[in-house]
């Protein structure tokens, strides 16, 4: 199983940039889907998770402009990142839970800068 992310950008403060994450290999059912994110000298966090079922669960500090979704037929995770603000500044990884498993993908890097 791979995770294999896309989106990585520069962007205005203000700007939006969307983030995907497709996963390979033998796969019937993937259960929770996320996105993480580590900024320079800091822990990784989570942004944003999504259940099998379509459930959602946002950082308070994305709530509001980041959506997190997810296509099953695709064994795809999406992020959609509006207003973007210089701390939004990180690797963005995307994880996904799959027969009891966590699986990680390699960073994307999100730069917001003027």
């Known amino acids: 199983v791979q995770l294999q992310a896309f989106g990585e950008g520069l962007v205005h403060p203000g700007g939006f940039l969307g983030l995907a994450c497709a996963a390979s290999g033998s796969i019937f059912n993937i259960n929770a889907m996320a996105w993480y994110r580590q900024a320079p000298g800091k822990q990784r966090e989570l942004v944003a998770s999504i259940t099998s079922g379509g459930s959602t669960n946002y950082a308070e500090s994305v709530k509001g402009r980041f959506t997190i979704s997810r296509d099953n037929t695709k064994k795809a995770v999406y992020l959609q990142m509006n207003s973007l603000k210089p701390e939004d500044t990180a690797a963005y990884y995307c994880?996904?839970?799959?027969?009891?498993?966590?699986?990680w993908g390699k960073g994307t890097l999100v730069t917001v800068s003027s």
């Open positions: 994880y996904a839970q799959i027969y009891g498993k966590d699986y």
